[in-house]
């Protein structure tokens, strides 16, 4: 009997006959086939001769064949192996009695390119052009339908479902203890982005917007739409923001009292720096690094107290950014879990290092042709980058940051119970 196939298998090539090919069930033979490819295509016509002969019977053979079924010659047609179409002979088969043309079912399950398509996205999100495509496939005689065009189209098919996907999977799921919001320009617009951390340290890309500016309105509706997917927020939410004014004002309206703030603090140290001359950069750098790294809030407070004296000998601008949200900076010393957190929430360099990812991704699109463009692109490159985020680190202490926050966020609503009576 005739060894069709070779698989390997734990190192060892392995023969198959046709015959236990056979045995298989016609989803299974259909996978098989479209995954090996070139040796596929070498034997799509015998599968679909095999199904032929169980409607029509062996040639020249009038038994075992369904009843009033004849071959009836064979037309050009095209199947898919992975995500590239070829031509095939199919063969056809009539029913007298019925005077109709049988389908074969193995012929129309090999013209759905099946897992094809995904693998094309990822093919051309990872880095082929829809141009450099045909010549960067899998090099098979006689493919055809892989021109620029037909890879776009299907690419647009497949990213718009992703999208969509995107922006309406539920939230309620997920015991979010922190989010880091920030915008990322992008083709001249901003593209803000929401990165929750759960209490296991897990990093959940939660959702992003397209704006033109981090204003309070645009922000406050895409925080509204996360709470309408599902989002926890009652037991409390620590935010990591960089210190936009639109970005603090829409929390404050959508979360009111159950979120607490912690500017990013590598930004308002280069923030302040930004305002002295050259020569004082350095060492002013240097003393709020270290104030900063100080574990005790009153110990931190102090040492920036002091930076602040120096400054106004300086600079008085510089006083004047250091002020604004001064104590937003330390919330975390607040909390009294600089020491365990720190390293993960003093900055937003978690949400940092996810756009320059987003960025190795989508920076090959040399035009954008409107909105839907970015935002197909936008959201597959998140979904693709979000399994390999890695846990944040100090994640083994998040449950004691949602332990203090349950218990401010109670505090203060009792408090305002109190004083409503």
């Known amino acids: 009997m005739r060894n069709v196939l070779r698989i390997s298998k734990n190192g060892k090539v392995k023969k198959v006959g046709w015959s236990s090919f056979e045995g298989l069930e016609l989803s299974s033979r259909v996978d098989l086939i479209q995954a090996l ?76 390119p099946r897992n094809g398509d995904e693998s094309l996205f990822r093919k051309v999100l990872l880095g082929l052009s829809c141009r450099d495509y045909e010549s960067c496939a899998q090099a098979l005689p006689g493919v055809f339908g892989l021109s620029s065009s037909t890879v776009s189209r299907r690419f647009i098919r497949i990213s718009s479902r992703k999208l969509n996907g995107f922006f309406e999977r539920s939230l309620s799921g997920y015991d979010i203890v922190s989010i880091f919001l920030d915008g990322k320009s992008f083709a001249l617009d901003e593209i803000v982005i929401a990165l929750g951390v759960t209490t296991k340290g897990e990093k959940i890309i939660l959702g992003f917007i397209q704006t033109g500016t981090e204003n309070e309105r645009v922000i406050k509706e895409f925080l509204s739409t996360l709470v309408d997917r599902g989002l926890k927020y009652k037991d409390g939410l620590l935010f990591v923001i960089d210190g936009s004014k639109g970005i603090r004002s829409a929390i404050e309206r959508v979360f009111s009292d159950y979120a607490l703030v912690q500017r990013c603090q590598w930004h308002k140290r ?6 002295l001359p050259k020569g004082y950069q350095s060492g002013i750098r240097k003393k709020l690094q270290e104030a900063y790294e100080k574990k005790d809030y009153n110990e931190a407070r102090g040492a920036l107290l ?116």
């Not at 034997?43 to 064949?65: C, P, Q, S, T």
């Not at 009843?67 to 010659?73: E, I, L, P, S």
């Not at 280069?270 to 305002?275: Q, T």
């Not at 940092?352 to 699109?365: C, H, P, Q």
């Open 37 to 112: 490819i070139p040796v596929g295509l070498r034997f799509v016509e015998e599968m679909l001769r095999a199904e032929v002969e169980e409607l029509a019977g062996k040639r020249y053979k009038r038994v075992g064949r369904k009843k009033g079924c004849v071959r009836w010659t064979s037309q050009r047609g095209s199947v898919y192996l992975g995500d590239q179409k070829v031509p095939v002979n199919v063969p056809r088969v009539r029913n007298r009695i019925l005077s109709k043309e049988e389908r074969l079912k193995s012929y129309e399950m090999l013209q759905e």
């Open 270 to 275: 280069e923030n302040v720096v930004s305002y």
């Open 306 to 421: 002091e930076v602040k004296k120096e400054l106004s000998r300086i600079n008085v601008s510089a006083v004047k950014s250091l002020e604004e949200g001064f104590e937003e900076t330390l919330t975390l010393h607040k909390l009294g879990l600089f020491k365990e957190l720190g390293i993960s929430f003093k900055t937003t360099n978690c949400l940092e290092s996810l756009m320059a990812s987003i960025g190795r991704i989508t920076d090959k699109v040399s035009r954008w042709r409107d909105s839907s463009h970015k935002q197909r692109w936008v959201a597959c490159a998140l979904l693709e980058i979000e399994p390999r985020l890695r846990k944040v680190k100090g994640y083994k202490h998040l449950p004691k940051l949602r332990a203090v926050l349950k218990e401010i966020v109670g505090g203060e609503t009792k408090e305002k119970e109190q004083l409503a009576a």
